[in-house]
């Protein structure tokens, strides 16, 4: 096994050579599960006249999942999704009376939208709302799961008014470091600190400070615990704001990273009650050589590891890139973060009125920096104490000349045609020791992407539909559990970080490269990677996608194809569908153990149907045919085909089904032979008919008279007249015929489900023909196990006489496979047209 960084490495060259576009831009996923699929899987929760479920909270210790929604607040299992709790926490009618009064939404906005929730202590919560556009904040005793009784607090500064616009909060050591809007009108941003030991601190209210900023997310970083400098901890907060350093007609937004020291304490006179260590840079979310610049910054999810340097930070960013949707995620380091902020200040030129770097001498002390060991042994203890130079300069050069890089250079993943909405992230140790990030992304659409980060590239492990075309609103993931759980408008979900027994063979557990799984080569299943079993009889690889080796020399078993049984007439188009194990997966067939070029003509593979189409189907076209889904250079057996040719059309091909479907021939004779009693019955009506007609000198009405007729064995330009279709077919000792003049082929084997079949053909009209059906009609819907038959008309127009039906037949469903659209409800089994 090589070394992680080793392949790291080896993908940053195959970078350079011109070979990463494949693997970061528009990824794929391997696998796509829908919502049926992950029914037995996923709890779900939901209750009527409960909507927005936007704040998640969970405690590991305690086992518990809060909840904050629409005027209402829960408590749950984190293992089972079980209810344990519920607030009703609603806006009074006088709140939101004048809410309308003032011209909000008394349909969207009017409520009390609950924004914030975290733990205060270890026994009490800390809770805060819109309440109807005047934010309110109360406590939540955790055992109980009550609201505690008195007065509601005063929550401006603390939530948003508005719920539609961004918020993000602390609590750290009893403080809330909380950014925001801090006015009913949204016109006043505020990163705020209060309830604490400390001054009550905020930004400065300049537009080069904040500017119509859109708050995300913050996190804080104990960077005090073993630096060697004596050094503060931080809080970090990530926004979008409109950009004013650049020379642009058109406003620009950008993404944001701000930072405040835990210590800051203001100014003594500048700066009083204000931040003096607050610093901002810009995040750029990009590649330069495809002009992709994502500047909206949606989500951002903080991985911190055993040490707070390793923190990492994923951010979510979207973009328009010409008429298209670009969604990416970019991995951010903190030590790029701390180089940005020890670099060139930007600074407003006003002359020239431009925003450029700062190139004059910097004060000292450093200006927005914390007080660590270098200030005291200089006589700073405390921003109190800063000179009123350095807080002077920090007013005015809030913002760094510097841009904040991604890690590798771009961005992990990017997909057009989507919005990312959510991520959270998880490290995981993978059987070869390794440290894994597995990424979950929610979408606009309700789905969750699931990716494994290999260093510079990521492998999208499959897409997840977990809502029905809602956004995924809000994420939490248990660790301890391996539990994720997602909101969104309607419902809140609990789904597993990996379903590993969906994985059947070992190719597949290998190839999904889910660090989560690994393949038991003692009971060959998929299993968690975390489980009970032995390490020793585990298979995992998720490095390489190799696997051509690793399950045969593990002794693993084999999968042996059962073959399905087709029949069918001489030049007819065969349709064999082939399903594949993986969206990455291609198609490999072949025939008679040989492999099966596609030759245009005669050998087709058709993407949208997923199946081989062999055009115009003669004798030597009869053997079996076998589809691999072939992916990354391992074949997993798919499909396998028996094809017989019937080279002459009179040969009953129901006769050649099996045993178990004589009840359905037996029940079609028992209906025919009602149906030729009634047709007796009404010959000899019309012979009377016709006899009194022959006595007044009618010979018109014998045209109305049409009689059913065998095929001939062989093409003949005998008489072919339809008659009347009282029933849907006619029996015949030789076959099933049709009196419209069209034929029924099924292929061998079918099995036939109650209210399967086509529909029944509408009566016959006295005296006129039958009309012949043109729609091609493959059998069942999605749940369907029946063979797929159509009804082919064998003549044209003129249905005087037979000519030669065969090449005919042929043309005609060529042309019906040319105009056939991809079929999303065919089933496996319909397999011959």
């Avoid at 079996?624 to 019937?646: I, K, P």
Wanted: charged share 20%.
């Amino acid at each position: 096994m090589a070394p992680h960084w080793a392949v790291w490495l080896l993908a940053a060259g195959l970078w350079g050579l011109g070979y990463g576009a494949d693997v970061w831009w528009n990824l794929v996923p391997r696998k796509t599960v829908s919502s049926g699929e992950l029914a037995s899987v996923v709890r779900r929760f939901s209750q009527p006249g409960v909507q927005d479920f936007l704040t998640l909270t969970l405690t590991e210790q305690s086992g518990r999942l809060y909840v904050g929604a629409r005027e209402a607040l829960f408590a749950f299992s984190v293992e089972t999704l079980e209810l344990q709790g519920v607030i009703a926490w609603e806006a009074p009618a006088e709140k939101k009376t004048e809410c309308i009064h003032k011209g909000k939404n008394n349909q969207t906005e009017c409520f009390n939208y609950i924004r914030f929730l975290q733990p205060f202590n270890t026994s009490h919560l800390y809770v805060c709302g819109t309440y109807a556009f005047q934010p309110k904040c109360t406590y939540i005793d955790m055992p109980t799961f009550t609201l505690e009784p008195g007065e509601l607090e005063d929550g401006k500064g603390r939530c948003p008014y508005d719920p539609a616009m961004g918020h993000t909060g602390l609590l750290v050591d009893g403080e809330l470091y909380s950014a925001t809007l801090n006015n009913f009108l949204g016109t006043e941003p505020v990163i705020l600190r209060n309830m604490g030991p400390h001054y009550s601190m905020k930004t400065e209210y300049l537009a080069f400070w904040l500017n119509e900023p859109h708050f995300v997310g913050s996190a804080f970083i104990p960077e005090s615990v073993g630096s060697f400098t004596g050094d503060d901890d931080k809080v970090y907060f990530f926004f979008s704001e409109r950009a004013i350093e650049y020379d642009c007609y058109a406003e620009q937004v950008v993404a944001r990273v701000a930072r405040i020291c835990k210590g800051d304490m203001g100014g003594a006179r500048t700066l009083q009650r204000k931040w003096t260590t607050f610093l901002k840079a810009r995040l750029m979310c990009a590649a330069p050589r495809w002009q992709l610049y994502l500047n909206q910054l949606r989500a951002i999810y903080t991985l911190q590891a055993a040490s707070w340097h390793n923190t990492t930070f994923f951010g979510v960013f979207q973009a328009r890139w010409g008429d298209v949707d670009v969604s990416a995620v970019c991995e951010f380091q903190l030590e790029e973060i701390h180089r940005v902020f020890e670099g060139p200040y930007k600074e407003y030129r006003e002359e020239a009125q431009t925003w450029g770097s700062y190139t004059d001498p910097v004060p000292t002390p450093r200006p927005g920096s914390c007080i660590d060991n270098w200030h005291r042994h200089h006589g700073y203890t405390s921003s109190l104490e800063l000179p009123d130079n350095t807080l002077n300069f920090i007013k005015k050069h809030p913002l760094m000349e510097d841009q904040v890089l991604p890690r590798w250079g771009r961005p992990l993943l990017t997909k057009k045609n989507t919005n990312f909405t959510q991520l959270v992230a998880d490290r995981v140790t993978g059987l070869d020791g390794n440290h894994y990030t597995v990424l979950f992304i929610g979408t606009d659409d309700g789905s969750l992407l699931k990716a494994v980060s290999l260093g510079p590239w990521v492998h999208l492990i499959e897409e997840l539909q977990v809502f029905d075309q809602e956004p995924v609103q809000s994420l939490v993931l248990s660790e301890r559990k391996k539990l994720l759980f997602a909101g969104s408008h309607s419902q809140l979900v609990q789904v597993p970080l990996a379903h590993c027994s969906k994985y059947r063979f070992c190719a597949d557990c290998i190839l999904a490269r889910d660090p989560y799984c690994a393949w038991n080569v003692n009971t060959s299943r998929c299993v968690s990677a975390g489980g009970p079993s032995g390490r020793a009889l585990l298979i995992q690889n998720v490095t390489v996608s190799d696997t051509s080796g690793i399950c045969n020399l593990r002794g693993t078993k084999k999968v042996r194809l059962t073959s399905k049984n087709i029949t069918v007439v001489v030049g007819t188009d065969l349709v064999l569908p082939c399903h594949l194990s993986s969206n990455l997966a291609r198609a490999h067939w072949t025939f008679g153990n040989r492999d099966l070029p596609e030759q245009p003509g005669i050998f087709l593979y058709d993407t949208r149907l997923q199946a081989l189409v062999v055009m115009a189907a003669q004798p030597h076209h009869a053997g079996t045919y076998r589809c691999f889904s072939e992916e990354q250079g391992t074949r997993l057996a798919a499909e396998g085909y028996l094809v017989t040719v019937v080279a002459d059309p009179s040969v009953t091909l129901e006769a050649r089904a099996p045993l178990e479907n004589l009840g359905l021939v037996w029940l079609a004779v028992v209906a025919l032979g009602a149906v030729c009693l009634v047709l007796l019955l009404l010959v000899l009506s019309l012979r009377r008919r016709l006899r009194e007609e022959l006595e007044k000198g009618a010979k018109t009405a014998e045209r109305t008279l049409v009689y059913p007729l065998e095929l001939p064995k062989e093409p003949s330009t005998s008489p072919f007249r339809p008659g009347p279709e009282t029933d849907e077919k006619l029996w015949d000792p030789v076959g099933y015929y049709y009196s419209d003049g069209s034929l029924k082929i099924v292929p061998g084997h079918a099995r036939c489900q109650p209210g399967g079949g086509p529909p029944s053909s509408p009566p016959g009209i006295p005296g006129q023909p039958l009309p012949s059906p043109t729609r091609l009609h493959l059998g069942g819907g999605r749940n369907s196990n029946a063979n797929g038959y159509v009804r082919l008309q064998l003549g044209g127009e003129d249905r005087g006489g037979l000519g030669h039906p065969l090449p005919e037949l042929a043309d005609e469903l060529r042309r019906k496979l040319q105009q056939r659209q991809p079929l999303p409800d065919s089933n496996p089994e319909e397999s011959s047209v």
